[in-house]
């Protein structure tokens, strides 16, 4: 199983970035879906995540800002971000809760991060 994030980049204190990560290779089902971002210096934290019907946690410094999405159909889960902030500078890192095969259990995923700069 591989996670391939994408959408990061250089944006302007106030503009916006949509993140996307794709889960490919042999898939049974995928159950929770989350975003974590890691600050030089600081721990990995809590982003977003998603569970597979829907349900949404945020971190307190995103709420109103981000919104958590995914695609059952393409095993994909989106974070758009709105209204930047230099502090959520970070390489930001998806991952999965995957089942392979049925009735095997589950294992977390992560994906390779995407880099986001929020910079005038």
């Known amino acids: 199983v591989q996670l391939q994030a994408s959408g990061g980049g250089l944006v302007q204190p106030g503009g916006s970035l949509r993140l996307s990560c794709a889960a490919s290779?042999?898939?049974?089902?995928?159950?929770?879906m989350g975003w974590y971002r890691q600050a030089p210096g600081n721990q990995r934290e809590l982003v977003a995540r998603?569970?597979?019907?829907?349900?949404?946690t945020y971190a307190t410094s995103v709420k109103g800002r981000f919104t958590i999405s995914r695609d059952n159909a393409k095993n994909t889960v989106y974070l758009e971000m709105n209204s930047l902030k230099p502090e959520d500078t970070a390489v930001y890192y998806c991952?999965?809760?995957?089942?392979?095969?049925?009735?095997?259990?589950?294992?977390?995923?992560w994906g390779q991060g995407t880099q986001v700069t929020v910079s005038s």
């Open positions: 991952n999965a809760d995957v089942q392979r095969r049925r009735f095997a259990p589950s294992a977390l995923y």
């Open positions: 290779g042999s898939i049974f089902s995928v159950g929770v």
């Open positions: 998603i569970t597979s019907d829907g349900s949404t």
